[in-house]
């Protein structure tokens, strides 16, 4: 994706994001830093990167605040306060999360296949967006070939075509050697943003932070 906002000869800043979209600080945090992008009026270019929060998720998912409990060891009213500030958050930059007893979580290797190749169709961010909010909006199954397919159709792009991807499995080498990538550069949390190809950020910043960083950066000789 690429700020053509901005008309300039200077380089725009590389950023690469590491994330998955069933991550909710994910999306909170891609927000903050494009608030903080725009604020800073930033030249800037982002490469999305998948990364697979809960690889051994099954194909019908798994409810949400129970696996939280599970996996972290957190209490039912620790989960609750955690749904009430991610919801704030997400209000905070523009985001609707619509969490319910039963939301649930997914698998996403096919979701990152379908990015993969809609990146072919230079539409990797607007797919990334619809997928972000098909989950934590609208609630929708994104481990689903049908939905996934629908969701692709609703942005424009092929829906037969995405529906074959997902089916023929044909980018699943290249979503494995992507997501092992990212593990041999230590990454092991999204989300991760990554400066210039160097500087790595772990975790939703916050807009004011992301800001400091943006300056801090702009003030660097490559």
């Not at 039912?76 to 649930?104: L, N, P």
């Not at 699943?172 to 990554?194: F, L």
Request: proline fraction near 3%; glycine fraction near 4%; aromatic fraction near 8%.
């Amino acid at each position: 994706m690429k700020n053509s906002e901005r008309l300039s000869s200077e380089q725009p800043l590389q950023i690469d994001i590491v994330s998955d979209v069933v991550c909710p600080w994910c999306v909170i945090g891609y927000r903050q830093l494009a608030e903080a992008l725009k604020r800073t009026n930033t030249l800037y270019e982002i490469h999305w990167h998948p990364f697979e929060l809960n690889p051994n998720t099954p194909p019908d998912g798994l409810n949400l605040r129970e696996h939280i409990m599970q996996k972290y060891g957190s209490t039912a009213e620790d989960s609750k306060d955690s749904r009430i500030r991610m919801t704030a958050a997400g209000a905070e930059v523009g985001f609707e999360f619509q969490f319910k007893d039963d939301t649930r979580t997914y698998n996403t290797f096919n979701v990152h296949q379908l990015l993969h190749w809609s990146d072919q169709q230079g539409r990797m961010h607007d797919l990334k967006q619809a997928l972000f909010t098909a989950h934590f909006t609208n609630n929708r199954n994104v481990s689903d070939s049908t939905v996934l397919a629908d969701i692709a159709a609703d942005i424009g792009l092929d829906r037969a075509e995405a529906l074959a991807v997902i089916e023929d499995q044909r980018f699943a080498k290249d979503i494995r050697e992507a997501v092992q990538r990212s593990k041999e550069q230590g990454i092991q949390s999204v989300p991760s943003v990554i400066f210039k190809g160097r500087h790595l950020v772990s975790g939703a910043q916050g807009v004011e932070n992301y800001i400091s960083i943006l300056q801090q950066l702009a003030k660097m000789t490559d």
